[in-house]
């Protein structure tokens, strides 16, 4: 079965702090990696996808990806009250569809 | 064109009544997606489509029927339903099934109310 852990939260941080979501994953053969924000009510939106074992980095968000340690994370930079909403990790492994976290809960407090 | 859209927003039906959700991409993608999410909970697979032929069905009761008319276009059949299946129902898009970087790009969901 492969599967997608995420820790379900709430995850609490002060505004301006940097904001650390954590992902690990069950299947080897898992080759992307993707992080979705969704606030409450509406749908996922992509906000970082990534392949490549390190680092990738797009504004405040860094994901990073560690394939001999099967570990996702996402990393919000001067965390802002408008980032609160559920993070899902998801993996692609060849022709399965995408597996989801079950989300973390993300709250930056003002 | 980077959208998939979804009608329509909000729903409301009777256990005897039969409707339909609506989804259309322009993007040029080749495999299409029906979600269903409850609150709280991670989006659950329901039906997967590729080049307009169903590849996956997740063991999803036959209340619910889908249907690809062509590349950009996928449905969703109601009927007979139970309040159990409200929920969001998002409908996702992506350039093949499975395979790829791009990931999924979502629809702003439709919230079905059964009553």
């Known amino acids: 079965q492969k599967e997608v852990e995420q820790n379900s939260g709430p995850l609490s941080v002060p505004e301006g702090a940097i904001a650390s979501l954590n992902c690990t994953y069950s299947?080897?053969?898992?080759?992307?990696f993707f992080w979705y924000r969704q606030y409450s009510g509406k749908s996922p939106e992509l906000i970082m996808f990534?392949?490549?074992?390190g680092d990738k980095e797009d504004g405040r968000f860094t994901a990073q990806l560690n394939k001999a340690s099967q570990y996702v994370s996402l990393l919000i930079r001067d965390s802002q009250p408008s980032d609160s909403a559920t993070y899902l990790c998801a993996g692609l492994s060849g022709n399965t569809p995408l597996v989801f976290g079950k989300g973390t809960r993300l709250s930056v407090i003002a | 064109d980077t959208e998939v859209t979804q009608t329509p927003k909000h729903l409301v039906m009777g256990m005897t009544n039969k409707k339909s959700l609506k989804c259309e991409q322009h993007m040029g993608h080749r495999a299409m997606y029906w979600y269903k999410q409850k609150a709280k909970k991670p989006p659950e697979l329901m039906f997967v489509y590729s080049y307009e032929k169903l590849s996956i069905n997740e063991s999803v009761p036959s209340r619910f029927s889908p249907e690809c008319p062509n590349s950009s276009l996928l449905n969703l059949h109601l009927h007979a339903l139970q309040p159990e299946d409200s929920a969001l129902y998002l409908c996702a898009s992506s350039h093949e099934a499975g395979t790829g970087i791009y990931g999924y790009t979502f629809g702003s969901g439709t919230r079905l109310t059964v009553v």
């Open positions: 299947d080897r053969g898992s080759q992307s």
């Open positions: 990534i392949y490549s074992n």
